[in-house]
């Protein structure tokens, strides 16, 4: 802990006779040393913890060492002078607390919070004058929001005089991220989806990890985990190809299980210079300026060539939440958040042989975003700057960009997808979707509007639950769809949901009384020997349906259908079933996969 000094003769102007040197001073170990040298007179300390009753005089030296407590104290000084005929009453309000004590429950705050102006703000002291003596935050909790500070301090020490808070800062600011947000326990659930190319054709052989488990996509690019332990809270998945930026999904389990889709975007190869000139490289709305002789290979400075690979993911595009990294949640300086993205883009750079480069220490690469013409009138001066935490899964507010004419200007450290974001408190929407039997409908794609334009979906699962995170206080529409091979029908009305002021809101959706008829299609698929599968799914119309314990369903409108079950067997062969098709539930019985 770095020794953080301050004067505070200005504020005991009228004790200054009696003082050459006055000064509060946080030492090793977090206790807090007050310390009184050269005082004219006989030094007596007193403490007390309400600053009404003191105790009988603690030292009597022109030292103290006030404790690691979590306790606030208060301590005052008495000086007795032969040629002051008094003592002088000097009390200070403070707390010195071991923040390396786990026990201590850390919270964090905004200067905003506090009833004061800022009189002056350093890197390891603020002054403030308060209006109120209330100020509601205790030593060891996390500020931030000084001067655009983009990483939290640790209040170490405090002293309230008059109106007057001196707050004592660490040396070392705290990346926010070093405080992730706490997802609840482990639970066990399954987890299925299919990743996808920029073509929208399946991508085989990539590998998906959640946790420490990881399987590869099969020839459609479909992945099964059947049993696999995620946070209860929120988790993701992580999905690596050669020649594609890293994809990561997030989702919120669910008891029956999650289904996802992932969309993997190419490492676009958009600028090739020499890292010792540097280089100004655009890409569609990005303008980004790299700096001479900015680059390391593996920690040590590099020279030769750089190759820039970056894309641009825009939020008005079909495709966006499939693309995104995570989900638009966040890490906002220890409170989770719900997102609203103006823009997001990735960046990646490479020597000419593929291996990754970083911007060196200490530099900074500018980075311009043109924003769309409508937007320009409503967009604000400043907007925060989140980056994709890949070991969590989430974003993490860790900068501001400034508005210059058309533009947003932010200087970049690090490279790795980011993102342009409003911050808003989070609301768990989520419900059931039910067909015309009454029963749950899986397969549906619910989408989710905001009054912002800005959209999400889920996909139900066999028990017709989907659900996602939302901001609170904005209005959403939501409306469930599911895809026959002429294009997604619509399996319910337009359902508008008020702003949300709770932290949850559930509601049921159920078809609309003229909807188009979705006749149903359920099935079994059995192994040679009539063993349901599990690691099996089907395809129809250029959808897939999962089995569950052995049981598929799908809904189509066609008079005749066909299907294929699909194992993740290699050894397994599937053949194209033909159904006809009657109104109602379309029992194919069971489906025998022969091995070979």
């Known amino acids: 802990m770095k020794h953080l000094l301050f004067s505070i003769l200005s504020i005991l102007s009228s004790a200054s006779i009696l003082f050459s040197q006055n000064r509060a001073e946080c030492i090793l170990g977090d206790t807090l040393q007050l310390n009184l040298n050269n005082a004219r007179g006989f030094v007596f300390w007193e403490e007390s913890e309400d600053s009404l009753s003191w105790n009988f005089s603690l030292d009597s030296s022109s030292n103290y060492i ?10 005052r000084a008495k000086i007795e002078e032969e040629n002051c005929p008094t003592y002088y009453e000097s009390p200070f309000r403070i707390v010195a607390i071991d923040t390396t004590e786990a026990n201590y429950t850390r919270s964090s705050l905004s200067v905003s919070q506090i009833d004061g102006q800022i009189i002056s703000a350093a890197e390891d002291q603020i002054i403030m004058e308060l209006n109120s003596a209330d100020f ?23 002293i309230l005089h008059q109106s007057l808070l001196y707050l004592f800062l660490s040396e070392t600011s705290i990346p926010v991220y070093s405080i992730p947000l706490n997802f609840g326990s482990l639970i066990s659930t399954k987890v299925r989806g299919y990743v996808l190319n920029e073509k929208g054709s399946g ?27 995620v946070h209860e809270g929120y988790d993701f998945v992580k999905i690596t190809k050669p020649t594609y930026f890293d994809g990561f999904k997030g989702f919120i389990p669910k008891e029956a299980g999650n289904e996802l889709i992932i969309s993997m975007l190419p490492e676009t190869s958009v600028g090739f210079f020499s890292s010792a000139a540097g280089a100004v490289v655009e890409f569609n709305n990005y303008q980004v300026d790299f700096p001479a002789n900015a680059f390391t290979l593996n920690g040590n400075p590099y020279s030769g060539f ?23 949640i966040g890490n906002y300086f220890g409170d989770y958040k719900s997102l609203l993205s103006l823009g997001m883009f990735s960046i990646e750079l490479r020597t000419n042989i593929g291996q990754k480069l970083e911007i060196a220490d200490g530099l900074t690469v500018n980075v311009s975003y043109t924003l769309n013409p409508e937007m320009v009138q409503s967009a604000p001066d400043s907007i925060d700057l989140w980056s994709f935490d890949e070991s969590n899964g989430y974003w993490v507010c860790e900068g501001i960009a400034t508005k210059v004419d058309n533009k947003y200007v932010a200087a970049f450290s690090h490279f790795s997808f980011w993102n342009y974001d409003f911050p808003f408190p989070p609301a768990y929407l989520h419900g059931l979707v039910f067909n015309s039997s009454g029963e749950p409908f899986s397969g549906a794609t619910v989408q989710i509007i905001s009054n912002q334009l800005q959209s999400g979906y889920d996909i139900t699962n066999s028990s017709g639950a989907f659900g996602g995170m939302v901001p609170k206080n ?23 949901i008020p702003p949300i002021l709770s932290d949850t809101f559930y509601i049921v959706i159920n078809p609309p009384p003229q909807a188009e008829v979705m006749n149903q299609v359920i099935g079994t698929a059995v192994d040679c020997d009539l063993v349901p599968l599990t690691d099996a799914y089907v395809i129809h119309n250029g959808n897939i349906s999962y089995l569950n314990d052995g049981s598929f369903s799908f809904y189509t409108t066609s008079p005749l259908d066909s299907f294929k079950l699909v194992s993740a067997n290699p ?20 489906i025998q996969l022969l091995q070979w």
């Not at 006030?66 to 301590?75: D, G, I, M, T, Y």
């Open 66 to 75: 006030l404790q690691p407590s979590a306790q606030e104290k208060w301590v």
């Open 136 to 158: 509601g935050f205790h030593a060891g909790d996390y500020l931030y929001g000084i001067s655009g500070q983009e990483y939290l301090i640790s209040i170490d020490a405090f």
């Open 203 to 229: 991508i085989f052989g990539a590998k998906v990890k959640i946790g420490n488990d990881s399987v590869y996509t099969d020839a459609k690019g479909v992945f099964q985990f059947n049993s696999v332990q």
């Open 571 to 590: 050894t397994v062969i599937g053949q194209w079933n033909m159904i006809t098709i009657n109104e109602g539930i379309n029992d194919a019985g069971s």
């Open 474 to 496: 904005m209005e959403f529409t939501v409306q469930a769809f599911y895809y026959t091979g002429d294009g997604y029908q619509q399996v319910s009305d337009v359902i508008v």
């Open 306 to 328: 750089v190759s820039v690979r970056m894309q641009e993911l825009n939020p008005d595009s079909s495709n966006f939440r499939q693309s995104m990294p995570g989900a638009l």
